[in-house]
Nanobody
């Protein structure tokens, strides 16, 4: 079965950086658009970034643009999210997701994704 496993979360200080990774198995990874979402307590799950099957196309939410970077290694079946300059609004559970859709537009909605990881907690210390 399909499995997405996030890693790299933890407790960091404001302004610090970290890299999240999501290892995929049970699917032909290079055929999937991959996305990162996050969910803060009491909030809905929100789009963070997505990357096309080849890695050529990338998109970000306005709140992270310029600070976060998504990438993928199809040989390793892994997608990454480099998180820089952490702000107070960034702590959340970060989820990676895989979509079987081939369209690029409309991919900011969680409903566009078929498979989800269990999430990685990112906490910022004061």
């Amino acid at each position: 079965q399909v499995q997405l496993v996030e890693s790299g979360g933890g407790l960091v200080q404001a302004g610090d950086s970290l890299r999240l990774a999501c290892a995929a198995s049970g699917l032909t990874f290079s055929r999937y658009i991959m996305g990162w979402f996050r969910q803060r307590p009491g909030k809905e799950r929100e789009f963070v970034a997505r990357i096309s099957q080849s890695g050529m196309l990338k998109a970000y939410s306005d709140s992270v643009k310029g600070r976060f970077a998504i990438s993928r290694d199809n040989a390793k079946n892994t997608v990454y999210l480099q998180v820089n300059s952490l702000k107070p609004g960034d702590p959340a559970v970060y989820y990676c997701a895989a979509s079987t859709l081939t369209t690029w537009s409309g991919m900011d909605s969680p409903r566009a994704y078929d498979y989800w990881g269990q999430g990685a907690q990112v906490t910022v210390s004061s």
